[in-house]
């Protein structure tokens, strides 16, 4: 999914459950579930080379990423002491993506990158479909609103 999908679920997981030794193993599950729905993100089209690499990486880099950080700040920052549990769930979140970039963008395929990579790719399921692949993020996006 998206990273202000997975942003904004960990951040929400993290912020409802203080013990770290809790929440951290249950962002990171959240993450491979999440990518188990059939979603529409920045990476479609790379495997099949209708989107290069170079362009993929600058649409994360200087869109996706950043809006993840908008939107955890807008959500769970604004008006509140430094939410450091928001802070974390958000990078837990997004550990499983920034660990599949050396292996995606600079071609490191050894251990234990090439495994960590081969385990995103296995729960990964994604759509072509704009519209059936944004859905299920603008429903993880409602709920997070509703339930922080
Ligand atoms: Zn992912």
Redesign the pocket.
Known sequence: ?LSIS?GLTGALIASKIPNPYISVPLVLLS?YIE?RVPHWDIGQGLSKKDKSKKIAFLQELFVDFPLSILAVFLVFQVGRPFNWAAWLGWFIALL??FLEFPYLFLNMKFFPIKQLANL?KWA?RSTPDKLWGLLPQLLVILLVLLLK
């Open positions: 999914m997975h993450h990518d499983p993506d995103h990964h």
